[in-house]
């Protein structure tokens, strides 16, 4: 088992530098169509940023919220798009409509039910965003601290 | 070991056919350590101070590579549990092993999977699989899997498969099926979306038990519809599953209770921007579902196949987190004071935000929440004696089990200052929950402030206050985080059950801890005192026992 391991990891080791993609995977929207990650988010130079959030995570919903207030002035400089990734189970799946739009939001919404994306990417805790661009993750931000979205403003403008 | 190999010699074969071809490499690295520490002040419910378990440095720890090359993906997920896995986690956990592996073909049509996979239909109330690795569940089944779409509205799933318990596989095979067919666009129904959805589950289990009055072959089946139009939408789920033993007491089939069971969800709901409002509704009888009979009730949520979360509102206040209720969808009728066949109850939500420059929303808007939930036990007949029986009515209310009447309003003052006041009052029976005794009533006030010193720098506080009626009576806690920048974060926070009957458990628990993030990567630290009771995350919980102790994780994903 242990020599598993180690093939493993100089296997992986090998391709350490390879530029990561998002996966493959189809996540339904709040009107129950099927959007592919990959395959729907694909226009060429666009910033595609994808939020990881869900209905019961306080501080993603400050940073949904902060970002939403600041939406329009970004679109105005940069071609880009905002996508919530809400990784509510069948627990709380049922809050997400209502709360989005009590809030007004104004992101496409994608429901990762059973965690497929989620768990593809690795993701420990949520807020987690990843910034995609081209097909290829270009910057990704763990967690939310009031002021992240300025910071993530200026590296969105360095890319 | 021989599927390791197999798949090991799949992998490299691999990389040899694709070798002109760039594969792309991913994954990630979690571990969560702690040092457990004696703690001779702080004394459990049997004034028993707490204690270092046996190997007092414990550390879970997960290694997760992908590999992804045209339409190929392979995974393998490695773990150890050293020198034993953390406590209250499920002992069949240890040492360094192989957990999870996959081989994965899909286009725009197909995708198969063969090795380890997580899947669920419909609600989940059937079969989900899935990793909750702070709760301590991987639940996925090794098999294989098929998914087949034609179209964009048309969807069959068919899989066969045994579940992960440990680092082996339940006795007990499963298979299943789920289709779901987008009929408004069959139909060409515009500005309206109307989705069904059938299922079936079995599960083949050999019984031991001579002379079984139950067939080894338990079936399940569901059917689904959703329908929205425009801000209306609706949605229902039934589920069936086939006559079973009933196991009341751990470890022990009831040859002589053959039960079916069934359940019952309806959501309903109406939003627009500025405003949203739903309903959900649910009753469920003998559902527990596991892929081994004998598995029910274990404390460690392992061979569980499908996902019964209670529906309420997942506060994120820790006094609002004492009091958590579990969904009931267990027979019990061992007792005449004490019987159960299900449970029956809904939840309402309403969210609305006064616009800014309205008179209430000031200058940025204020957000308001407000949640109800009420289950109770099923009522109907119930025969404790020789032969135990019961029978349901369909839609009426036994016992209370739980409340909660929840208000939360969010404020926005101005650049600097956020605040969030919070009202939420609960009825938590215990006895009933539990199995234990106790009816408790609550009245928790929680307050949340931020305050941005500068565009990087905050400091969030909050404050609550539960008064309860019983059991551990008050509480109050305090929460205090400072945010240098956006990568470094130190917070302290303690719960102090001051209002407790008994002097000697008026206990403290106290918290500090720092917390480093970079990029996909994040480390923290932390000294301080675990509280005993639920661990919940997404409507599982787990049991855990006073701890005190230092905690180490570091989680990074490539």
């Known amino acids: 088992m242990k020599n598993l391991m180690t093939i493993l990891i100089c296997l992986f080791g090998f391709f350490l530098n390879a530029q990561t993609?998002?996966?493959?995977?189809?996540?339904n929207d709040l009107e129950g169509k099927k959007i592919s990650i990959t395959n729907d988010f694909n226009e060429k130079d666009k910033i595609y940023v994808f939020s990881f959030w869900a209905t019961w995570c306080t501080p993603c919903i400050n940073e949904l919220d902060e970002m939403n207030d600041v939406l329009e002035d970004w679109k105005k400089e940069l071609n880009l798009e905002v996508i919530a990734i809400a990784t509510d189970d069948s627990r709380t799946?049922?809050?997400?409509?209502?709360?989005?739009?009590?809030?007004?939001?104004?992101?496409?919404?994608?429901?990762?039910?059973?965690?497929d994306l989620k768990r593809a990417l690795s993701i420990v805790n949520i807020p987690y965003t990843v910034v995609v661009k081209n097909g290829v993750i270009v910057h990704i931000q763990n967690g939310y601290v009031p002021g992240s979205e300025s910071e993530l403003y200026q590296k969105l403008k360095s890319l | 070991m021989m599927n390791k190999k197999i798949f090991l010699g799949f992998l490299l074969v691999a990389f040899n056919v694709f070798s002109q071809e760039k594969g792309v490499f991913s994954g990630g690295f979690e571990t969560n350590a702690q040092w457990y520490l004696n703690d001779p002040d702080f004394l459990d419910e049997f004034y028993n101070p707490v204690s270092h378990p046996e190997n007092p440095l414990r550390s879970n720890s997960y290694l997760l590579l992908n590999y992804k090359i045209k339409n190929w993906s392979f995974g393998i997920q490695g773990e150890s549990y050293l020198q034993d896995a953390l406590l209250n986690y499920n002992p069949k956990y240890e040492k360094v092993n192989v957990g999870t592996y996959f081989a994965q073909y899909k286009n725009e049509k197909i995708d198969v999977t063969a090795g380890y996979f997580y899947e669920q239909f419909g609600s989940g109330l059937l079969l989900r699989t899935w990793e909750d690795?702070?709760?301590?569940?991987?639940?996925?089944?090794?098999?294989?899997?098929?998914?087949?779409?034609?179209?964009?509205?048309?969807?069959?799933?068919?899989?066969?498969?045994?579940?992960?318990?440990?680092?082996?596989?339940?006795?007990?095979?499963?298979?299943?099926?789920?289709?779901?067919?987008?009929?408004?666009?069959?139909?060409?129904?515009?500005?309206?979306d109307l989705t069904i959805g059938f299922n079936t589950v079995g599960r083949y289990e050999k019984t031991d038990i001579a002379n079984p009055n139950f067939d080894n072959l338990t079936m399940t089946y569901g059917g689904r519809v959703n329908y929205s139009h425009n801000s209306f939408?609706?949605?229902?789920?039934?589920?069936?599953?086939?006559?079973?033993?009933?196991?009341?007491?751990?470890?022990?089939?009831?040859?002589?209770?053959?039960?079916?069971?069934?359940?019952?969800?309806?959501?309903?709901?109406?939003?627009?921007?500025?405003?949203?409002?739903?309903?959900?509704?649910?009753?469920?009888?003998?559902?527990?579902?596991?892929?081994?009979?004998?598995?029910?009730?274990n404390q460690y949520n392992d061979m569980i196949l499908n996902y019964v979360p209670s529906l309420t509102k997942q506060h994120h206040y820790n006094l609002a987190n004492i009091y958590v209720y579990q969904a009931q969808p267990n027979v019990i009728i061992n007792d005449a004071s004490l019987v159960k066949a299900g449970e029956i109850g809904g939840q309402i939500d309403l969210f609305y935000n006064?616009?800014?420059?309205?008179?209430?929303?000031?200058?940025?808007?204020?957000?308001?929440?407000?949640?109800?939930?009420?289950?109770?036990?099923?009522?109907?007949?119930?025969?404790?004696?020789?032969?135990?029986?019961?029978?349901?009515?369909?839609?009426?209310?036994?016992?209370?089990y739980f409340s909660d009447a929840n208000l939360e309003i969010t404020k926005k003052w101005d650049e600097k200052w956020q605040t969030v006041f919070t009202y939420i009052n609960q009825y938590y029976n215990k006895k009933f929950v539990e199995e234990i005794?106790?009816?408790?009533?609550?009245?928790?006030?929680?307050?949340?402030?931020?305050?941005?010193?500068?565009?990087?720098?905050?400091?969030?506080?909050?404050?609550?206050?539960?008064?309860?009626?019983?059991?551990?009576?008050?509480?109050?806690?305090?929460?205090?985080?400072?945010?240098?920048?956006?990568?470094?974060?130190?917070?302290?926070?303690?719960?102090?059950?001051?209002?407790?009957?008994?002097?000697?458990?008026?206990?403290?628990?106290?918290?500090?801890?720092?917390s480093?993030?970079?990029?996909?990567?994040?480390?923290s630290l932390s000294y301080g005192r675990q509280r005993g009771g639920l661990v919940c995350v997404g409507g599982v919980c787990r049991y855990v026992k006073e701890s005190t102790g230092f905690s180490f994780s570091i989680n990074t994903s490539f």
Not at chain 2, 266 to 291: A, H, I, P
Request: net charge positive.
């Open chain 2, 133 to 192: 690795r702070a709760l301590g569940i991987n639940n996925s089944l090794r098999g294989i899997r098929f998914i087949y779409k034609p179209t964009n509205y048309f969807t069959l799933k068919t899989l066969y498969g045994q579940q992960r318990t440990g680092f082996d596989v339940s006795k007990g095979k499963i298979f299943g099926a789920d289709f779901e067919l987008g009929l408004s666009d069959v139909l060409k129904i515009e500005n309206s």
């Open chain 2, 516 to 523: 480093f993030r970079y990029k996909s990567t994040r480390l």
């Open chain 2, 354 to 400: 006064f616009k800014k420059g309205s008179k209430i929303g000031g200058k940025y808007g204020t957000k308001v929440a407000v949640n109800y939930s009420q289950y109770h036990g099923l009522a109907g007949t119930f025969y404790i004696y020789s032969p135990q029986d019961y029978s349901t009515e369909f839609l009426s209310f036994g016992k209370k």
């Open chain 1, 21 to 27: 993609q998002m996966p493959n995977v189809s996540l």
């Open chain 2, 437 to 514: 005794y106790g009816e408790i009533k609550t009245n928790i006030i929680g307050v949340e402030a931020i305050y941005k010193f500068n565009p990087t720098h905050s400091v969030r506080t909050q404050a609550e206050h539960m008064w309860a009626n019983s059991d551990k009576k008050n509480w109050a806690a305090l929460l205090a985080e400072f945010n240098f920048g956006t990568k470094y974060t130190f917070y302290v926070s303690d719960l102090y059950n001051y209002g407790n009957d008994d002097s000697r458990l008026r206990n403290h628990y106290f918290l500090f801890g720092n």
């Open chain 2, 233 to 297: 939408y609706v949605s229902s789920e039934f589920d069936y599953k086939s006559k079973d033993a009933v196991v009341q007491v751990r470890n022990q089939i009831d040859n002589n209770l053959i039960k079916s069971g069934n359940a019952l969800l309806f959501n309903m709901g109406y939003s627009k921007k500025g405003f949203g409002v739903d309903g959900t509704f649910r009753r469920l009888e003998n559902m527990s579902f596991y892929s081994e009979r004998l598995a029910k009730g």
């Open chain 1, 93 to 115: 799946q049922k809050r997400i409509k209502p709360l989005v739009n009590g809030k007004g939001w104004e992101y496409k919404i994608l429901l990762d039910s059973n965690q």
